[in-house]
């Protein structure tokens, strides 16, 4: 697996296609991560945030968007879902068969990369796969 990142608007058009297909084969019910809601908070309220979307490649193939706020107090690292106090409900965006194996690189490749990590992912639903995986 491969990281990328994204952190500006711009580089987040060239992933739109990847993304709206990763939630039509997960049969996605939740607006607040679909495509369109992440870019237009981003265009409208994120402007001023740090905002770093991770992607998930796979053979050279996109598998998973983690869409994260970042900010840093001395060397801690602090991670949060995009849209916290707007949207009511987040998520990592994966196919749902790699959502293990997604996650573990992810947080893999972020503590070998910062020492202090802190994830805050206030709005994960309960009733999705990402809870237990996380647990």
């Not at 500006?8 to 679909?34: D, G, R």
């Not at 949207?87 to 992810?106: G, L, P, T």
Request: proline letters at 2%; aromatic letters at 16%; one cysteine or more.
């Amino acid at each position: 697996m491969e990281l990328k990142k994204i952190s500006s608007i711009e580089q987040l058009e060239a992933y739109q296609s990847e993304w709206k297909h990763i939630l039509e084969e997960n049969q996605n019910t939740n607006p607040f991560v679909e495509y369109r809601w992440i870019y237009e908070w981003w265009k409208h309220l994120g402007i001023d945030q740090a905002v770093e979307i991770i992607v998930v490649l796979e053979n050279e193939k996109v598998i998973a968007f983690c869409p994260f706020v970042f900010s840093q107090r001395g060397s801690v690292f602090f991670y949060r879902f995009i849209g916290v106090g707007q949207a009511n409900y987040m998520d990592i965006i994966s196919y749902d068969s790699m959502k293990e194996s997604v996650i573990e690189f992810v947080l893999n490749e972020i503590f070998s990369q910062k020492k202090h990590v802190v994830f805050s992912l206030h709005g994960l639903l309960k009733s999705n796969f990402t809870p237990g995986i996380l647990d």
